[in-house]
């Protein structure tokens, strides 16, 4: 059986472009479900503004499953909310209580200007999988999905690497706003199986010096693991650290043979 909140304060980031100074409004939703998602509460105090006449509140939603790495908001504090690896769209206003004062912001990093109120733009991401986010494949028909023996411990590593869904929170809660964890993902799960070996070395210093262009450094400070949705661990960036050290210093056709 399900229970009401009463009384939540919203405290929200509102935002016309990235040249506008911004600013925080307070709204308060009188009652909802505890069984709502916390885009079902947004959707809700939007409904009420609108039936107000005033501006509806801008953010971020596609897939609501925690899948497609859209939803993207500071809440409290915290990329994603105070639940661990859940995406935003995941979270339900159980976690909270009544009279609770909610703080909710978008994405504070330099490489992702915001559009308007909560949605923030993360095209800098696009740039680096363009860079090298993709493998070198023969066409025709699609080969046996056991042709290539591929250990498990490998093939479970690159699985993990690619659960990334790109959302940005890695970003968001760096102090550096690195995109170390991001790149590094996009990185390994590529560079773990035979199939991308081919542009390996490559892959690997395209992706991590484009990524320099729109990005802070890292210097470990370990919050983007907290912070992700996946729980997809720091070890990815020494993994693509290594790779970017040989594509440097050595010959590329040498290492393309081992």
Same mark, same amino acid.
């Given at each position: 059986?399900?229970?009401?909140?009463?009384?939540?304060?919203?405290?929200?980031?509102?935002?016309?472009?990235?040249?506008?100074?911004?600013?925080?409004?307070?709204?308060?939703?009188?009652?909802?479900?505890?069984?709502?998602?916390?885009?079902?509460?947004?959707?809700?105090?939007?409904?009420?503004?609108?039936?107000?006449?005033?501006?509806?509140?801008?953010?971020?939603?596609?897939?609501?499953?925690?899948?497609?790495?859209?939803?993207?908001?500071?809440?409290?504090?915290?990329?994603?909310?105070?639940?661990?690896?859940?995406?935003?769209?995941?979270?339900?206003?159980?976690?909270? +209580?009544?009279?609770?004062?909610?703080?909710?912001?978008?994405?504070?990093?330099?490489?992702?200007?915001?559009?308007?109120?909560?949605?923030?733009?993360?095209?800098?991401?696009?740039?680096?999988?363009?860079?090298?986010?993709?493998?070198?494949?023969?066409?025709?028909?699609?080969?046996?999905?056991?042709?290539?023996?591929?250990?498990?411990?490998?093939?479970?590593?690159?699985?993990?690497?690619?659960?990334?869904?790109?959302?940005?929170?890695?970003?968001?809660?760096?102090?550096?706003?690195?995109?170390?964890?991001?790149?590094?993902?996009?990185?390994?799960?590529?560079?773990?199986?035979?199939?991308?070996?081919?542009?390996?070395?490559?892959?690997?210093? +395209?992706?991590?010096?484009?990524?320099?262009?729109?990005?802070?450094?890292?210097?470990?400070?370990?919050?983007?693991?907290?912070?992700?949705?996946?729980?997809?661990?720091?070890?990815?960036?020494?993994?693509?650290?290594?790779?970017?050290?040989?594509?440097?210093?050595?010959?590329?056709?040498?290492? +393309?043979?081992?």
């Amino acid at each position: 059986m399900s229970n009401h909140l009463k009384d939540i304060i919203l405290k929200i980031w509102r935002q016309n472009g990235p040249k506008d100074s911004g600013h925080f409004e307070t709204y308060k939703v009188d009652e909802i479900s505890d069984e709502a998602s916390f885009l079902e509460m947004l959707d809700y105090l939007n409904e009420q503004l609108i039936t107000d006449g005033k501006e509806a509140i801008v953010f971020d939603h596609d897939c609501r499953e925690g899948i497609c790495g859209t939803c993207s908001l500071m809440i409290n504090g915290q990329a994603h909310g105070p639940e661990r690896s859940t995406a935003t769209c995941q979270l339900h206003m159980r976690k909270f +209580s009544s009279g609770a004062e909610i703080v909710i912001e978008p994405w504070r990093a330099a490489a992702f200007p915001i559009i308007k109120d909560l949605m923030v733009d993360r095209s800098a991401f696009d740039r680096i999988i363009e860079s090298g986010g993709f493998i070198t494949s023969v066409t025709g028909g699609a080969p046996d999905a056991n042709l290539i023996p591929i250990p498990k411990p490998v093939a479970d590593s690159a699985m993990d690497s690619a659960a990334c869904i790109g959302c940005g929170a890695c970003v968001a809660a760096c102090p550096n706003g690195a995109a170390n964890l991001f790149t590094s993902a996009k990185i390994a799960h590529l560079n773990l199986l035979p199939q991308g070996q081919a542009e390996r070395y490559k892959r690997a210093e +395209s992706m991590i010096e484009k990524m320099d262009e729109y990005f802070g450094s890292c210097t470990n400070h370990g919050e983007c693991e907290a912070a992700c949705p996946k729980e997809i661990s720091v070890d990815v960036i020494a993994l693509a650290n290594a790779d970017y050290r040989k594509a440097k210093l050595k010959n590329r056709k040498f290492i +393309s043979r081992i």
